[in-house]
Each structure stands twice: as C-alpha cells, then as structure tokens.
C-alpha cells in the first residue's frame, strides 16, 4: 500500500504515534495518580493533558530518527509537516492562553 520512503508513510506515521501516544500518555497518568494518591480527591489531576500532549508530540522523534537512519528523506519530510501541524494546532488551542493571549 506504502512505500516505505514516502511522504504519505510519513505523514501517516506523524499522526498516528503522537495520537496513540496521548492516549497511552494519559492512561499511564490516570493509574499512576490512582497509585500513588488512592485517596486523592482534587479536582485538579497530577498531570495536566496540555503537558501530556506536547510529549505526545514529541514522541513523533521515533519515527523521524527513523527515517533519518534509514535515510528515508521523504519520510522525515511528512513526519515534520505532521508534527509541525500538531505544533501549531496546539499553540492554538492551549498555547495561547498560558500566555495570557485569548
């Protein structure tokens, strides 16, 4: 279906790992908190989802040292265009108000 050095394996690659990593980031937080707090009732979690969400992000440099090994050039272009979509959607939606900017 892919091939492997191409921009689509690439652009796929850079938006599933940072998905799947937010949601396995977030289960890992819930039962470390559940485990370490059992009698936790603060309304406020230990982590909070905007920082679970920039290492989701981050998590897109598997997959781009990757190709980089590999020397998948097109491949670590659409991991980039991938990461770089989930950058700015973030400083959109979170990233600006901790700035103080609505």
């Known amino acids: 279906m892919f091939e492997r050095d191409s921009i689509w394996m690439g652009l796929f690659l850079g938006l599933a790992v940072p998905f799947a990593g937010s949601g396995i980031l977030l289960m890992v ?4 908190e559940a485990l370490l707090f059992p009698g936790r009732t603060l309304a406020e979690p230990l982590c909070d989802s905007a920082t679970l ?3 989701a992000i981050c ?11 590999k020397r998948f050039i097109l ?3 659409g991991v980039m265009s991938s990461t770089m979509v989930y950058a700015i959607l973030w400083l959109i939606s979170l990233g600006l ?3 103080g900017k609505n």
């Open 29 to 32: 937080s819930e039962k470390l």
């Open 53 to 55: 969400q920039v290492i």
């Open 59 to 69: 998590l897109n440099l598997i997959p781009l040292h990757y190709f980089n090994k």
């Open 75 to 77: 491949g670590m272009r």
């Open 97 to 99: 108000p901790f700035l």
